[in-house]
């Protein structure tokens, strides 16, 4: 019995100890859905979450530090305007869409190449 009422104050100790230590993280001040969909080819999706920085974005840090440089337009993004690309012709068809530090943002776009497209975007459409 004595042992019993040992075992059981234990595991609420231990239980009372779990719930008061654990705290939730905050939500990210910014939390985009990116999409980039090649004709004729796969369709990749991610999650940006900046502020803290994460979601399932491969380079999540790069790419919130250049929508910070813009504010969170996608519209104002010009990674490297000076690129040389190819006339290949591979369209991408991409989509932004989420909260921006409580604003809405909804953008996309045609690219006629994935050159082209980098040039444009950078590390937020590296997917």
């Known amino acids: 019995m004595i042992k019993a009422a ?4 234990l595991c609420g100790a231990l239980l009372a100890g779990a719930s008061s230590t654990a705290q939730a993280a905050p939500p990210p001040k ?3 859905k990116i ?7 796969p369709v990749k999706s991610v999650w940006l979450h900046c502020a803290p920085v ?5 380079n999540a840090q790069a790419a919130c530090r250049m929508l910070r440089q813009v504010k969170g337009e996608p519209s104002q993004l010009k990674a490297e305007p000076k690129a040389s690309c190819t ?3 591979k369209p991408h068809a991409v989509a932004i869409a989420g909260t921006w530090y409580g604003r809405k943002v909804h953008w996309a776009k045609f690219f006629a190449n994935a050159c082209q497209m980098r ?3 950078g590390p937020v459409l590296a997917l």
Do not use: N, Y
């Open 35 to 41: 999409v980039d969909g090649m004709k004729g080819g």
């Open 87 to 89: 006339q290949e012709i």
């Open 6 to 9: 040992g075992a059981l104050a």
């Open 54 to 58: 994460g979601g399932t974005h491969p």
């Open 119 to 121: 040039a444009m975007t």
């Open 30 to 32: 910014a939390k985009l």
